[in-house]
């Protein structure tokens, strides 16, 4: 009994320690907004990637490279499984929040989570409905400025 009186007092006599510990009540506090920090501006640059996954159903490895113009217009170079390859053109965009999208020609769609100072960004590719299975995802890292 004296154990459990001992153990119910224990938080009462830490809670007026806490701001001495430096110790707050964050968990109480509702999260912060998320700041405005991105913008088609944050990519630019030379970018490389690898990626995985599966292309019209079968398994699918790919690795490139990609130049953002930093105004909003990508071209990607690459080499896949199967004699796949080429470079083609596309336009991407990105919202304050630091989430990219860009659609390419086959229907491709990439949505990617950037580093607010655009370094590095982690995405997803997708091929739009009515395809058959495609996914495809990486980590992009910048090279060149």
Do not use: H
């Not at 964050?26 to 690898?50: D, F, N, V």
């Not at 949505?111 to 982690?122: A, E």
């Amino acid at each position: 009994m004296i154990d459990r009186l001992r153990l119910l007092g224990l938080p009462a006599l830490l809670l007026p320690l806490m701001p001495l510990l430096g110790i707050n009540a964050a968990w109480a506090e509702p999260p912060a907004a998320a700041s405005a920090r991105c913008s088609i501006a944050t990519l630019k640059g030379t970018y490389l990637y690898s990626s995985i996954g599966t292309l019209d159903g079968k398994p699918y490895a790919e690795s490139g490279r990609e130049v953002y113009d930093g105004k909003g217009g990508v071209e990607l170079t690459f080499s896949g499984t199967g004699g796949a390859g080429g470079t083609m053109r596309t336009t991407y965009t990105v919202s304050p929040d630091c989430i990219g999208k860009a659609v390419y020609p086959y229907g491709q769609t990439l949505s990617s989570f950037i580093s607010p100072d655009g370094s590095r960004f982690v995405y997803t590719m997708i091929r739009g409905p009515g395809d058959r299975p495609t996914a495809l995802s990486s980590w992009e890292f910048r090279v060149a400025p």
